[in-house]
């Protein structure tokens, strides 16, 4: 996604945004597809869904995962690193509230506006919140204090007590864990709490080592790669 991303966006003016906002809305239901195929067992499934605040017809966030009383809620949104974070070192705090800070306020605010409304939430305690990007903010703790500062300060759901950003490629790590059976939410429990928090990749390698493709990410890639083979021989 990374790599093709930045391909398609070369086609375009720079100040031209309709392809890549297309883009993003390919890549919001990549990730509700692949959450969907990944919840089995005792993981639940939550499509997005709109609901209604006062005359507004609001839309909620992009899927969301339940286990018990543990809700995990996905915003998936198909930024990448500002170029001039990458290239000159700037523009940092504009890219961790584009990549993590709205995105998490977004979702939160969501989640508080239809909390006591929607069924499928009755009886949650807890709930995490992902911002899943085709890359992350890196694990520096300066910036992570600012950031879950904010948070804490504007979040309006009280269950919500965890939040991150993650890449896609660890976002699909994480699915994969879920396909094994393993509890996803004690995991991001622990992660969160860390006194300095290591990209979450590096994280789940030191605790599960072999990290596969997920099914769907096999079925797809097959299908792909027969198709390119067709074409070709």
Known sequence: FEKIFWLIRDCYPEDDSRAMAFFGRLFER?????????????????DEFQFQVKKNKLKSSDAYIRKGKDLL?????????????MSKTEKIENNNKKLFVTPILQADNCLDKSF?????????????????????????????????????????????????????????????????????????????????????????????????????MERNYKAASDEMKRILW
Do not use: W
């Open 30 to 46: 990549y990730i509700q597809d692949a959450t969907k195929d990944a919840c089995i067992n005792d993981y639940i499934y939550i």
């Open 73 to 85: 809620v996905v915003e998936a949104k198909g930024f990448s690193v500002l170029v001039d974070c």
């Open 116 to 216: 006591d409304s929607k069924k499928e939430f009755k009886g949650v305690e807890e709930a995490f919140i992902i911002s899943v990007t085709l890359d992350n903010i890196n694990a520096v703790p300066n910036y992570y204090n600012d950031i879950h500062r904010e948070i804490d300060e504007k979040k309006k759901c009280e269950s919500v007590n965890y939040y991150f950003n993650f890449s896609i490629e660890e976002y699909e790590m994480l699915l994969y864990l879920i396909e094994q059976g393993i509890d996803i939410f004690s995991m991001l429990r622990e992660y969160f709490s860390q006194g300095v928090l290591s990209p979450f990749s590096n994280y789940i390698r030191e605790r599960v080592p072999d990290i596969n493709m997920t099914r769907f």
